[in-house]
């Protein structure tokens, strides 16, 4: 080996950025076939996803890699962000070494193909329709997690896991999620008495022009700090944020009848292009310049729509304004009808519809099955049924068909397993995180009521943002709150909101 | 060498493949960045098409392609069409290994950081301030054509004009434009006469609403034989077709008070779109199975919208639909007012508005001022005056500003070099293939006038589309209408459309 650690550093520090960069690239395509593609390029854009994913993995595991890693862990690196970056680079190594390259085009191919025939079996409620392509997809993911198990020294479920929240461990999240179900268990249904025992809200009287709504959208996402100049609001089927931190992309879907759905929708993916944007510029396109995992990236985001978005303070400020906008009768307007109307709990079928309070429930439900399928206890074709019973035990609802059921996410049928638990995590985090900021920030509800979320964005920005991806999700917690994952000021949240 | 020719031969078309599905991911991305991309991602997303590019080179210059080629050609080919790729194979490794890797990595950074400072001086009218950038873009276009020329044995603007049309020379194009120029002197003023002798036309009364436009534009495209299952038709500053043959994205743009603008460019990027439509797929991401060159791709654009669909038989059938979708006063919807508002001259100043007439004018123009730029006779400082020079010589008129002006094109400024006389070579054959479909169908005029484009597309697609890259320009127009290039039959259309 040729002692260079600064040389072996250099050249690891200009392969991650050419592989982020061809990320980037294969990141904008997947954005496009979620929110522009016709159905007619599925089979292409596969293609090109698949290429672009096995140029990314081959420039990864070169045999390069592994001298210039061991070299230039030779040397103490100069300060805790190169350390950082170093380990997340061996990290990046070690998971992609595991993989063969055969099997990461085939999982694109599969995924995307999957996908696509998905669209349809949800659209009709036909389960049957995708079975054999779901089959195919969970086959591959078991082969990925056998791969990825033994080099990370994980689980199967566990290495997956730790795909997209880096350290999540389902030994962890089990008891987390247990005890969260008892919560649950009492506190849901004296929720909705409390509920039952009020006013019912009125609903602000339609139609609402979906330009109004689109314009009232990108205002309160630049007020919230999104700059035009580096991020574009665009509509599709299902929200979402993707981009790079320079040109971050978010849309969101309108619906002429209730305006809640793209304004509460744009809140969210605000947040999480605000976490882009935020992300420290000097490690651009660098591990330890990413965002620190989807658990971090979900809690800005709820940070943003559901603690301080659906605040008191903040919604005493956007009911005046809503009445600007769309005019009509005041009294839907009103604060406390908007608390009602958006600060209700319901025992319903689809997670990304659901409240703050049985929204763990339905992540609950794919991480016990998801474990279940990945562990051979469960087979693809019992997962409909498997699906309604837990439904069953954990709401007490059961959806009438699989359109309602297991074919609503795109998650599984996209070759995503080890994610769900993410929503659930930020949530978590996004309780912890916003109690630190009252104890920091004293002005924050006056801001709010202004409609200003400024001291909220700028402790953000440097307390989670600006990190990177420099500490793990429990670390980051701990630095900026003071302790690790602690559920109780979820709990706590919940119980002040929805209990009294 | 191993003398396996098959294996070879299979080894390439499995590498133009995986090359071409590089291309096309790069493709999708630079119609985003034109599209959708806001201005503070343009760096992000020249570094993606950058690295792209040298992946791609990267693949077509492999040692390992120089011995599949030489391998694969000692035997005779299946049949045409195999000795067609084969042959266009060896054409693109020449031009690859032509130019060094880092020159295409530096031309796409040089062009894409050039094109944004264009958008900016144009908005401003400010050629010095993106003349440093351009000097940079063409001094790297120089060298580009430097390296090509002597592997190519063509001039080094043949050599650039090679890569967006095989076989465009100079020497070919010079004479047809100076006899254009001397027709133009002629025709031009009689036109302008005999227009001036009759009725002004009327302007259809406004305002005609965007969502309504578009709405026609989708359904007149549709008409047209463009599938929206393999189609997208979205909203940009300039009117474009990309994407891929499965996926063609056209964009139009939109004039609340005139509806000729997206009305026409539709119709026009339709006419692209339905190319990439008929293409062989039987050969696609093959050499063989990729559109002939941006002339044929031009020349169906323009035998959709000039030839066809301002035909007084398409312009009849048009009208009634337009007064349907607008209402309003119907003596402008009158076919006898259509003509004289679509088929009108102008001595304008910018090249994407100009009649059919004038419109050789923009292009000789700038084809003279290009190769003088390549042959170091004229310097990118002096640029602004000598194109407002040649409008004068040309068109008899001056730009009062240079947003009028040098700067009105993306092509220079985006380092595109050799590319501008496709519109008047698609143009001429636009004209030259139409004469022969009148020809060959007899009922031509009788579907036209029905809104029915579908005879003429049918044999476009045998003649044109499905033949692929099978022929160059002059070949393929001698095989569809009996004779290569013939300005004859543009200026037989011009004199029977704007001269009696």
């Known amino acids: 080996m040729n002692m260079h650690p600064e040389a072996a550093y250099a050249r690891l520090t200009a392969r991650v950025t050419r592989i982020a960069t061809i990320n980037e690239a294969a990141g904008m395509l997947g954005r496009d076939a979620a929110a522009m593609m016709p159905n007619g390029?599925?089979?292409?854009?596969?293609?090109?996803?698949?290429?672009?994913?096995?140029?990314?993995?081959?420039?990864?595991?070169?045999?390069?890699?592994?001298?210039?890693?061991?070299?230039?862990?030779?040397?103490?690196?100069?300060?805790?962000?190169?350390?950082?970056?170093?380990?997340?680079?061996?990290?990046?190594?070690?998971?992609?070494?595991?993989?063969?390259a055969d099997l990461v085009e085939a999982q694109v191919r599969a995924n995307s193909a999957c996908e696509l025939i998905w669209r349809e079996a949800r659209r009709t409620a036909d389960f049957a329709m995708v079975r054999p392509a779901l089959q195919e997809v969970f086959s591959l993911v078991r082969q990925r997690a056998a791969a990825l198990a033994p080099a990370l020294g994980l689980s199967p479920w566990d290495a997956l896991a730790d795909g997209s929240q880096r350290g999540t461990l389902a030994a962890d999240v089990e008891p987390v999620f247990d005890r969260y179900e008892e919560f649950l268990r009492d506190a849901l249904p004296r929720a909705e008495?409390?509920?039952?025992?009020?006013?019912?809200?009125?609903?602000?009287?339609?139609?609402?022009?979906?330009?109004?709504?689109?314009?009232?959208?990108?205002?309160?996402?630049?007020?919230?700090?999104?700059?035009p100049e580096h991020s574009r609001l665009d509509r599709s089927a299902h929200p979402f944020c993707g981009g790079t931190p320079t040109d971050v992309r978010i849309t969101t879907r309108y619906n002429e009848a209730d305006f809640s759905s793209s304004l509460l929708s744009t809140l969210h993916e605000t947040g999480h292009a605000l976490y882009e944007r935020g992300l420290p510029t000097a490690f651009a396109r660098q591990p330890v310049g990413e965002a620190a995992g989807m658990a971090v990236h979900e809690s800005q985001s709820l940070i943003v729509e559901m603690q301080a978005c659906r605040s008191d303070a903040f919604l005493g400020w956007l009911g005046a304004e809503l009445q600007l906008v769309f005019g009509g009768v005041a009294a839907p307007y009103a604060p406390s009808n908007l608390v009602r109307l958006w600060r209700r709990v319901v025992r319903g079928f689809i997670r990304v519809d659901a409240d703050e309070m049985t929204y763990p429930a339905h992540v609950i439900l794919r991480f016990r099955l998801e474990r279940a399928l990945l562990a051979g206890d469960l087979v693809v074709a019992d997962l409909p049924g498997a699906w309604n019973d837990h439904m069953q035990g954990l709401l007490g609802?059961?959806?009438?068909?699989?359109?309602?059921?297991?074919?609503?996410?795109?998650?599984?049928?996209?070759?995503?397993?080890?994610?769900?638990?993410?929503?659930?995590?930020?949530?978590?985090?996004?309780?912890?995180?916003?109690?630190?900021v009252r104890r920091a920030v004293?002005?924050?509800?006056?801001?709010?009521?202004?409609?200003?979320?400024?001291?909220?964005?700028?402790?953000?920005?440097?307390?989670?943002?600006?990190?990177?991806?420099?500490?793990?999700?429990?670390?980051?917690?701990?630095?900026?709150?003071?302790k690790p994952l602690d559920p109780a000021d979820f709990q706590a949240h919940l119980t002040a909101r929805y209990l009294s």
């Open 41 to 100: 390029g599925g089979a292409a854009r596969g293609d090109q996803m698949a290429v672009l994913a096995g140029l990314a993995h081959g420039l990864a595991t070169e045999p390069q890699v592994t001298d210039d890693l061991a070299e230039a862990e030779t040397v103490p690196p100069a300060d805790q962000w190169h350390a950082a970056n170093l380990r997340l680079m061996r990290h990046a190594h070690t998971r992609a070494t595991a993989i063969p």
């Open 193 to 227: 008495a409390l509920q039952a025992s009020r006013t019912p809200p009125l609903r602000p009287d339609g139609p609402f022009p979906l330009d109004r709504q689109e314009a009232l959208s990108r205002r309160l996402s630049a007020r919230l700090g999104l700059e």
């Open 397 to 436: 609802v059961s959806p009438p068909n699989d359109a309602l059921g297991v074919l609503q996410d795109i998650h599984w049928y996209d070759g995503l397993v080890g994610y769900f638990p993410n929503y659930t995590l930020g949530a978590m985090a996004a309780a912890q995180l916003m109690a630190a």
């Open 442 to 482: 004293p002005g924050l509800d006056a801001a709010l009521a202004q409609g200003d979320l400024s001291p909220l964005i700028a402790w953000l920005r440097t307390n989670v943002h600006a990190r990177g991806s420099l500490l793990g999700f429990n670390d980051l917690l701990r630095e900026a709150t003071g």
